[in-house]
């Protein structure tokens, strides 16, 4: 329900509670419509001179009945909690409270998905369980007792005595009530084993629904992956006799790293080389590994409050990046993500939305586990790793375990280790906690007789609420090049730290060709004057292979803006260039094949807006499809033989490798669509034995406007199978003429298998929607108000999934004059939606704003 003035929290504010709590006994008695929770909650106060009245947080539950020390009480109930009395020594607080698991459909606290019971606690969802003081400073052992007739019944911690219709589990490492769990359903289970390093055996389960059976093992190797990883790499080891993993089919996030009971998105655990892509598999990896790494950062050390939520999310992300790295291979895994940050993070920072990666203030803090936090915050660990140092870093992180284990601890913790162990001041470099925003770094160069001097200004242009920047801490990775592309300065790091500053390279024999910006080693805009040739040469020369991309990529987007702006034709020394590395097959083809792929079409329309001029989704669009056929037709010999070698013909493994052609193989049918009007793509769909070959060849018969008998013959090999079918409604809204992406959704949305109450569904067709740039940003504003009908109608539903889908309208105004007219006519319907929930209200005030 929306408030009538929503409140808004301020990190300022924080002050700690004022009990301790020394156990936590649930019961639960399971019913769709009425679940019964029993609590038994011992208080001792923390503070000298107690409290006479306690406040607990509680949403939609019905107050059964309340004890203190055994006496009845009658607690002051409100829709936020309740405030009751309390005496002033310890005490023992008992409730019985009755909740409605089948009619939640927001998906938090505890809820029904195909028959199973699930929760999902964080951020504030415990609250929806019982009364209880949801914060995560409070931490807790749990004891936790269910009833139900389901045969699986699991909650966090170790099981403890079970039977007919009841099973009981404790966990003994105090959490904070975020981090609770409870499932109950007919589940089937992939079992298996890991020992640690210390020899201690742990079962580890994927439990999943009757028929998912199949899809469970590659998600049990990520998982032991991550254990050996954590304990290899952070001399982390897990702690608990089992570690249970559930798949759920209703669930608005990704995963979820509940204690010893992972809840997951099925779409991100399930898999099958018939029904999962290549980019499934690695992303299944990713998160698996992120929720384990989880357990020691997030879980052992939690966070003193939500503002530092990057202080678990931050962390954990760059600890899953650095697991992919290890297991894929450093240098695609660097281009990707900073390929990911710059579509999500940096239209984020730059917009209405832009926050500090430590927010200030929130209303509803589920809108704030955003890409600034997640992955601005691994970037900000990252450039703290390459100043201090790699031993550094280590003994830091080491302390940080030793010091907090058990704590919930904020940033100021987090940077006090690397302090002690360094001798270093951070209070500069704690600008990126508290600065939003982008930085702009321009460069210039001189050269004097032996000696070149690099000239950096950094500059963050204001955000919403930060009119004035100060100099942030920049870690610049630079290496030098000779004329005959060798090279003479390895990568060196050099530290900015003012307004503006030079560093000087002295002994050259030659003006050397600089590498600015190697590894991507801080997250900022580089603006740099480079001719083409200069670029031309890092493209064919540069040793960090980031910035060969890199050169590539800002040729492709040079030559786009041009054939956009002022209709040139494209641009054939850069494709030469390009052709060139493109013929060397001592490199990887992953990385081949990214240096062809080009800037997405909002990167282009972020640019030209950028350049002062107003982007033209349609003109965008258009440029991209002529560069495409372009280079089609200049490479009609390079293309049959880069598909020779990017033919497997061992067994289906989603490794780096056979992943890696794949990509290629699909880049190239990419293009050759665009010359044999489908030909190609119906062959591959004929002959396709894995999800990655076949799916690939839909998009291309879509784009090629030859699917229809492909369309129906995959609903009719897929369509019991759940999130193969998301696959086959989100290909057909994204992949769609841009003129006909809009009706496509439409008629998508009144088919039988469209559930809109199913996150994964709706997302499906509505992500499907916004990623089609110029079928979202129509002229006509039916993109707008199509994404609005459905916004409106979900967000009585489900305010998080409704929320986060906002933030496609935060590019907005980016856009022309008529584009803007509707866009804003459509947050402004949203804004008038009666009962709007405070999640939307939120974002669309910002967007607004
Ligand atoms: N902590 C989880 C993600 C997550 C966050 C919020 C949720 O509900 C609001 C659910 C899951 C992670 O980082 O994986
Ligand atoms: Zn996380």
Redesign the pocket.
């Known amino acids: 329900m929306k408030d009538a003035a929503p409140t808004t929290v301020y990190l300022a504010d924080y002050t700690p509670f004022g009990w301790r709590i020394e156990d936590v006994h649930l019961t639960f008695r399971l019913a769709p419509h009425a679940t019964r929770v029993l609590a038994r909650i011992h208080f001792a106060p923390c503070q000298l001179a107690p409290q006479q009245e306690f406040f607990l947080h509680g949403e939609e539950l019905r107050l059964i009945g309340a004890k203190i020390d055994g006496q009845e009480v009658t607690p002051e109930v409100t829709d936020k909690g309740l405030t009751c009395a309390v005496p002033a020594g310890r005490f023992l607080w008992e409730a019985e409270v009755e909740i409605d698991p089948a009619n939640n459909t927001a998906l ?1 606290g505890l809820y029904m998905s195909g028959g199973m019971y699930c929760t ?1 606690c ?2 504030e ?1 415990f609250r929806k369980i019982t009364f209880y003081p949801d914060r995560p400073d409070v931490m807790a052992t749990f004891t936790v007792r269910i009833e139900s007739a389901m045969p699986v019944l699991l909650s966090n911690g170790n099981p403890g005595a079970s039977g007919d219709g009841f099973a009981e589990w404790h966990d003994p490492w105090p959490k904070p009530a975020y981090l609770f769990a409870l499932v109950a359903g007919d589940l089937r289970n992939h079992p298996d084993s890991f020992t640690t390093k210390s020899g201690h055996k742990v079962d580890l389960n994927i439990w999943v629904r009757p028929g998912d059976e199949g899809k469970c093992a590659f998600g049990m190797q990520a998982l032991k992956a991550s254990m050996t990883w954590d304990e290899d790499v952070y001399g982390r080891e897990y702690d608990l006799d089992v570690f249970n993993i559930v798949a759920v089919d209703d669930f ?6 509940n204690k010893g009971l992972n809840i997951f998105n099925s779409s991100c655990v399930l898999a099958s080389p018939e029904t999962s892509t290549d980019d499934n598999f690695e992303r299944i990896e990713a998160i698996i590994a ?2 384990y790494f ?1 357990n020691w950062t997030g879980n052992r050390i939690t966070c003193r409050d939500w503002f530092q939520l990057c202080l678990k ?1 931050g962390l ?1 992300v760059y600890r899953d990046s650095q697991f992919t790295s290890d297991m894929r291979g450093p240098e695609v895994k660097r281009i990707s993500d900073v390929i990911d940050l710059r579509a999500r993070q940096f239209p984020e920072d730059q917009g209405p939305l832009s926050h500090p990666v430590r927010p200030e203030s929130f209303q509803e803090i ?1 809108n704030f ?1 955003t890409a600034t936090v997640y992955e601005k915050g691994a970037e900000v660990i990252g450039m703290l790793k390459r100043l201090v140092g790699d031993d550094d870093y280590a003994r830091a992180l080491d302390l940080y375990f030793d010091r907090h284990d058990g704590d919930a601890a904020t940033i100021e913790d987090w940077l006090k280790v690397f302090e002690d162990v360094t001798g270093r001041d951070l209070s500069q470099f704690k600008r990126w906690y508290s600065q939003s925003g982008t930085p702009r770094l321009s460069v210039s160069e001189a050269w004097d007789n032996g000696t070149f001097t690099l000239t950096f200004e950094q500059h963050t242009p204001p955000t919403p609420g930060q009119a004035d920047k100060l100099p942030q801490v920049l870690p610049i990775a630079v290496g030098l090049l000779n004329p005959n592309g060798d090279e003479v300065v390895p990568t060196r790091v050099l530290e900015m730290t003012e307004a503006k500053q030079s560093f000087d390279f002295t002994g050259l024999s030659a003006r050397p060709v600089a590498s600015i910006l190697r590894e991507f080693s801080a997250p900022v805009v580089l603006e740099r004057d480079a001719d083409p040739q200069q670029r031309a040469f890092l493209l064919a020369h540069d040793t960090d292979a980031f910035n060969r991309w890199e050169a590539g990529h800002i040729l492709a987007r040079d030559c786009l803006l041009a054939m956009i702006r002022d209709g040139a034709t494209p641009d054939t020394a850069w494709l030469d260039g390009l052709e060139t590395v493109l013929r060397d097959s001592t490199l990887d083809p992953d990385f081949r094949q990214m240096l062809v792929a080009l800037p997405s079409q909002s990167e282009l329309a972020q640019a030209l807006h950028e350049q002062g001029s107003t982007p033209d989704p349609d003109a965008i669009y258009d440029a991209v499809m002529t560069l495409r056929l372009f280079m089609a037709e200049r490479w009609a010999d390079l293309l049959p033989k880069l598909a020779e070698e990017a033919r497997v013909t061992a067994p289906y493994q989603p490794d780096a490798e056979q992943t890696g052609k794949r990509a290629l193989g699909n880049m190239v049918l990419g293009l050759l669509t665009h010359t044999d009007g489908g030909a190609a793509a119906q062959a591959q769909f004929d002959s396709a034995d894995n999800m990655t070959l076949q799916l690939a060849a839909l998009a291309n018969l879509i784009r090629a406007d030859k699917a229809k008998a492909a369309l129906a013959a995959f609903y009719d090999q897929w369509k019991d199978d759940r999130l193969v079918m998301d696959k086959w409604f989100g290909l057909q809204v994204g992949a769609a003429d841009p003129g006909k992406a809009v009706e496509v959704a439409k008629a998508l949305t009144a088919h039988e298998k469209f559930d809109w109450t199913n996150p994964n569904r709706f997302r499906a067709v509505f992500g499907g929607l916004i990623g089609n740039h110029a079928g979202f940003h129509r002229k006509d504003g039916a993109g707008y108000a199509l994404l609005a009908d459905w916004l409106i109608k979900l967000d009585d539903k489900n305010p ?1 999934t409704t929320a986060r889908m906002c933030s496609a309208f935060q590019t907005w105004t980016r856009y022309d004059s008529g584009r803007q007219t509707h866009a804003k006519a459509a947050l402004e319907r949203i804004m008038a939606k009666p009962n709007l929930s405070r999640d939307v209200n939120e974002m669309v005030s910002r967007i607004l704003a």
């Open positions: 938090e999902q964080e951020a969802g608005n996030m990704g995963a979820m790293e992120h929720e989880h999310e954990t589920n586990y998080q």
